[in-house]
């Protein structure tokens, strides 16, 4: 029978993703010459003979870029190949001025790598075939309504690593969760800023499906200008979706590279691959080898962070954290900080956690500003958890006390005693507002003694409103009852 045919019988099919990941490096200079790499300067601002390819330059290879290749390398577990050199990838493109790309073809810096991901409470690792340090490309421009292309050169040159995967990813929500995971290891080694809508991190995502079970591949699509994680999940939903559909009408999938558009939600073929592709790479004469000694592997193999995945579990392990909370604040670099910070001046974990995931990062996300950005110390945490569990305050009230912190950077305690803030838990204070409240709401009293269960809650929200907010609500509740007796009773 033929494969086609066996194809359209299947009732059920599995898809196969693979990736190719790109990562800007934040190093200061380009790969090979001086100019600066910041992103946004006027077109061509950044450029040298070196990096427009003028003849008779000579490249200088930038060791910092080295160094950031290797913590990546060795963060996701790769072999390391200590002989670095370049090979020339030959092609004409004009933002390409030098008609060649300088990359590892022969011996990329990494190989036989893994990145572990967990996605639904399951833990799935991707191997990593294989990792190498390249250059950028220029940018063509299309100004709306004018002829012609512009050619930026700010960007040739700039160091990239290209990450491959093998095609071990079976969903979109994998394939999320893979590109969620380097990119926040990537954050956490501090080689780049992985933002996609910069082109900072850029992903081409390899999909094909089979029925499912079957151990042979299927023909690949690759899918290009996906500018956001999300948008890679949306596109790869769209693709299987489409080669499912093909494979069910006994038709076949063409192997191709196609656009995802995000406007209309689809892909469209951009061109058609031959498998041909033949860059011709040779070995670049002109950058030395530069050799990695092993004790410098090793040093930088040892100055590596915590690893998102070893924080999240310390984080559970050592401060009895659940997943969830565990993940929110690993997510967030600084914010990880932070918590620890709090909780070696003393603050209780779970409560600080509660109050860094809901209260401080609505107040950040609301504004739009960085962890960094709010003056609270660790101290200050600590001490204002320490207010509300020795009953100084209440939950409330310290809600408003964070605010005033987080605007002003003033301590807790002050601004409690400052604004008149401590909670009033004593009974005989309360006990005389509680008596007031009754006097001035005698139809509340009367349907809670007919069985209103819920004019109690009323009432208690009456004496929160007399001592503005700063009553310790259990006792209300207790001194109310006390004052009413039983519900429906006499
Ligand atoms: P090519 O020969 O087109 O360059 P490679 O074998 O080098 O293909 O793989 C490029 C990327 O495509 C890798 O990330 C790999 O995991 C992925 N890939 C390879 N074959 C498939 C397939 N059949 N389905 C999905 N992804 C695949
Ligand atoms: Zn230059
Ligand atoms: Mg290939």
Known sequence: MSAVREEARATEYEAVIGFEVHVELATATKLFC???????????????????????????????????????????????????HFDRKH???????????????HAPIGRNGALTIEVGGRTKVVRIREMHLEEDAGKSVHLPGEAGTLIDLNRAGVPLIEIVTEPDISSPEEARAFLEELRLTMLYLGISDVRMEEGSLRADANVSV?????????????????????????????????QISLLRRGERVVSETRRWDEGRRLTFPMRQKFGGEDYRPIHDPEVVPYVLEESYVERV??????????????????YGLSAYDAGVLTANRELGDLFEAGVREGAPPKPLANWLMSEFLGYVNERGLAVRDVPITPRQWAELLALIENGTISTKIAKTVFQRMAESGRDPREIVESEGLVQIADPKTLREIVDRVLAANPKSVEDYRKGKEKALGFLVGQVMRETRGKANPKLVNQLLREALGEPGGA
């Open 301 to 318: 193999r040892a100055q590596l962070l915590e690893l998102p995945q070893k924080r999240r579990k310390r984080l559970q392990e050592a």
């Open 91 to 105: 092609y004409f493109y004009p933002d390409l001025p030098k008609a060649y790309q300088m990359s590892q073809v």
């Open 34 to 84: 001086l100019c600066p790499t910041t992103f946004g300067a006027p077109p061509n601002a950044h450029t040298c003979p070196i990096c427009l390819g003028h003849p008779g330059t000579l490249p200088l290879l930038n060791e910092r870029a080295v160094e950031y290749a290797l913590r990546a390398a060795l963060a996701l577990g790769c072999e390391i190949e200590r002989r670095v």
């Open 210 to 242: 089979r029925p499912k079970g079957s151990s042979v591949l299927g023909s690949k699509v690759e899918v290009k200008n996906l500018n956001s994680i999300s948008g890679v999940e949306r596109a790869l939903a769209y693709e299987i979706e489409r």
